[in-house]
Nanobody
Framework: QVQLVESGGGLVQAGGSLRLSCAAS??????MGWYRQAPGKQRELVAHITSGGSANYADSVKGRFTISRVNDKNTVYLQMNSLKPEDTAVYYC???????????????WGQGTQVTVSS
């Protein structure tokens, strides 16, 4: 069984920053990812990172967001800078695997943390 607990969301003005955290317990897969889901939209992959620290980002967040992890603490972070109103969403973390450079999520999700960016 895997448990994922996200924290760090909140309300911030455009141009501001937030740092999300995800604490994982249980049998963690090699890669971890951050997803987000805005109202009325599908959940989308924002960034993922392998156990070795290799990271990949969605085009919409490249240069603004940074994913990192501390393996011995089973924790993954998402540093979000230069936030835009379109970043408003519920952010979820997930543990999965990377196959042929593609992140494949597991069935385990956290409860999510709300990020709201005001204009």
């Amino acid at each position: 069984q895997v448990q994922l607990v996200e924290s760090g969301g909140g309300l911030v003005q455009a141009g501001g920053s937030l740092r999300l955290s995800c604490a994982a317990s249980g049998s963690i897969s090699s890669a971890m990812g951050w997803y987000r889901q805005a109202p009325g939209k599908q959940r989308e992959l924002v960034a993922h990172i392998t156990s070795g620290g290799s990271a990949n980002y969605a085009d919409s967040v490249k240069g603004r967001f940074t994913i990192s992890r501390v393996n011995d603490k089973n924790t993954v972070y998402l540093q979000m800078n230069s936030l835009k109103p379109e970043d408003t969403a519920v952010y979820y973390c997930n543990t999965g695997v990377v196959l042929s450079a593609n992140y494949v999520p597991s069935k385990y999700w956290g409860q999510g943390t709300q990020v709201t960016v005001s204009s």
